[in-house]
């Protein structure tokens, strides 16, 4: 029974600092965007 709770921990530590790790990596990412062309045909 303890090495199953043990186990458990260590998964739950993982998995959790995997999540950490991609959330930290995915607000680090610098997004970008495609500047407007000048459509003058609209006018």
Known sequence: M?????ISMII???VLLLSV???S??????HTIDPLKKD???K
């Open 2 to 6: 303890f090495t199953v709770l043990i």
């Open 12 to 14: 739950i530590i993982v």
């Open 21 to 23: 790790a991609t959330i």
């Open 25 to 30: 990596k995915a607000y680090q990412y610098k």
């Open 40 to 42: 003058d045909d609209n």
